[in-house]
């Protein structure tokens, strides 16, 4: 039994990790200086509601990682390495449903993750506190995905997901 929730996990953390990929790559809306605003963190969120912890974190490290890569800011994949395994650390994904009490406050303190994660990210870069012209768009991307996330997630409680993924 626990080899089967093994190969649930990694096969479900792969897909997952696809999906986020594609969602910040190709489903992004471009600003600024070559900056973006993309949908991935949703993907990371639900992947922080759906698996175990150490793959929740293993697949939003390499997810954010291979996107900065892919999307040609690779300078950025070390930054959001970190700040993509921190954003899952607030969930849980035990129990039957994605969206329960932790995960509503986990979407919001994602907020703060991913604005003071991208702007520190910003002044080691860039080696200035021009940083701050970038708080909005981070602001608007945490907002955003963690708004679609409570969307979607409810969406999926609605068909019972968790249970269907993973009926034991």
Known sequence: MKSRKVILSTVSAAMLTALCVVLTVFAKIPFGAGGYVHLGDMVIYLEAAILPLPYAIISAAVSGCFSDVVSGFATWAPFSLVI???????????GTKLLCKRNYIAALVGIPITVVGYFFSEVIIYGNWGAYMS??????????????????????????????????
């Open 84 to 94: 993509k395994a921190l954003l899952v650390l607030p969930f849980t994904s035990k």
């Open 135 to 168: 708080i909005p768009w981070n602001l608007l991307q945490a907002v955003v995905n963690g708004a679609l996330f409570v969307v979607f997630a409810k969406a999926l409680d609605k068909l019972d997901f968790k249970r269907r993924i993973d009926p034991r």
